[in-house]
């Protein structure tokens, strides 16, 4: 995987963004709107699945008409995520946080397009148990992807070093 990034890193791309101050930041809103829209449209059908949602309106009907605003959160999120990615290849390649979040966000992808799709879709509605199931893992692997991403922040890039917090 290292000759990838390390290409990814020195690509025209890579070049370009780790040049430019203003389009690394605008990489980044882009990035962090996608990731409002998508968590914000997941967390709400996630309150409904859990029983926390308005109850005149059926979580099937819902998530369909938040789903085009999901899908698009996730493509922001999809497309900024490589572009931002590309000024900094190497060092996200040595970050324990950065693999933590690449992991989470793939179980987060497959279950959201597998078995929480199959219960936001479900007419009838699924059993109150498994709605809530679903609705608590669902929303464990985007904070999960976003916690990941924000500690990369914090505690820099590895967990194998010492991070000092408070000094």
């Avoid at 962090?32 to 829209?37: E, Q």
């Avoid at 999901?70 to 995520?81: D, E, I, P, Y």
């Amino acid at each position: 995987m290292y000759p990838l990034f390390d290409w990814f890193g020195h690509s025209l791309l890579g070049r370009t963004m780790s040049n430019s101050s203003v389009l690394i930041a605008l990489g980044e809103i882009v990035h962090l709107i996608g990731m409002t829209v998508l968590i914000g449209t997941v967390l709400a059908v996630d309150l409904a699945l859990m029983g926390f949602g308005p109850r005149r309106y059926p979580v099937a009907r819902l998530a369909a008409d938040l789903r085009p605003w999901t899908l698009g959160g996730l493509a922001a999120m999809l497309f900024s995520g490589p572009v931002i990615l590309s000024s900094e290849a190497l060092r996200a390649y040595d970050s324990s946080f950065f693999w933590i979040k690449m992991a989470v966000l793939a179980g987060a992808l497959v279950f959201h397009f597998t078995a929480y799709r199959q219960v936001t879709m479900a007419e009838p509605p699924v059993s109150r148990s498994r709605a809530r199931l679903v609705g608590c893992v669902s929303l464990f692997l985007w904070f999960g992807v976003a916690l990941a991403a924000k500690l990369m922040g914090i505690f820099g890039d590895d967990l194998r070093q010492q991070a000092t917090l408070f000094y």
